[in-house]
């Protein structure tokens, strides 16, 4: 008689304690905090077949998208021969078929014709690749003459440059022995002195020229004055 009490009032103990315990509580870390999950339960599609949804084409109220083939073509495969659309009415056209051919064809080419597309630029890409290298190969057989003309012309200003500078330092020079002081290159007496000595090197060179003429020509005017005293 005294153990059935005890015992109750230890199973109204334990009964509490596991109340006071959910097992959410139990089985989860304190630190870590579940995520709110959203549960989203979307309700049926039902389908009235029995009385499916027709839009009538000849009410004003009916919306133009709801006209169209592509429309039918909805409602005959939601409801089928429920819907009352003639599925032979939902094939394409003669000239909608030979377009949609056409535009298959462009987009979407037989394997024969893949391969024949794929080895024509093949061969376009090796007459590039050849035309590239007979263009290598001629230039390269050009390449020593280029080497030599470029030589020649680097040559060739350098000593230009040397002698633009050599004159340009004697000019300057006699400008000095001229004036008595340093001219500016920019300055008005030193361009007039530079046309006076380019008018006297003409002259110069003209004169030289002359005398080379003559000399060229005095041997052969004297040969005739040779002939005759030896004749007399």
Sequence with gaps: ??????FGRRTALLCGVLRGISPL??????????PQVASYNPKPLWLNIKDPYVPDKESA?????????????????RYGSASGVDPARLWPSAG?????????????????????NTEAREKERAK????REKLIAANMAKMPKMLADWRRE?????EKLREDKVRRQRLLAEARERFGYALDPRSHKFQEMLKDIEEEEKK????????KKEQDTGPVAAAPTAETSTSA
Excluded: H
């Design 204 to 211: 110069k060179k003209k004169l030289m020229k002359r005398r």
């Design 1 to 6: 008689k005294m153990a059935a009490p005890v």
């Design 25 to 34: 509580n139990a089985l989860t870390p304190r630190c870590v905090s579940l």
């Design 61 to 77: 109220k009916t919306p133009e998208w709801q006209k169209t083939d592509k429309y039918d073509r909805k409602l005959f495969g």
């Design 128 to 131: 590039r690749l050849q035309a």
């Design 154 to 158: 680097t040559r060739t200003l350098r």
């Design 96 to 116: 909608k078929l030979a377009e949609m051919v056409a535009e298959e064809r462009e987009w979407f080419p037989s394997l024969q014709e893949m391969i024949r």
